[in-house]
């Protein structure tokens, strides 16, 4: 398959995608202080450094295939991986799809 094909699959499947953006001091409290955003726009701030994603499938699902620059971050690791998020302002990216 065509990595551009790939990639385009990838972000176009990204159905629960979310982003938490504001300052460092900023935390999510609650489901509606995460919003939803749309291939293009996650695209847009990732090829800009405004944003960094994350996949939170298993592993084993991220070996097969992932969104290009996706760092592995199972959700069943999350609680115990929360310092490897970066705190500098950048948006982060989610995904699950």
Known sequence: MNKRWLWVGLV???AALLI???S???SVTSPGAV???SPREARALLETG???VY???TTAAYRIEHAAGATSL???ELAGRI???PDDGRGLIFYCT
Request: proline share 4%; charged share 40%; net charge negative.
């Open 12 to 14: 176009a499947s990204l």
């Open 20 to 22: 938490s953006c504001g």
């Open 24 to 26: 460092v001091s900023r």
């Open 35 to 37: 919003r939803r955003i």
């Open 50 to 52: 405004e944003a960094v």
């Open 55 to 57: 996949d939170t499938r």
């Open 74 to 76: 199972p959700e069943a």
């Open 83 to 85: 310092d490897e998020l």
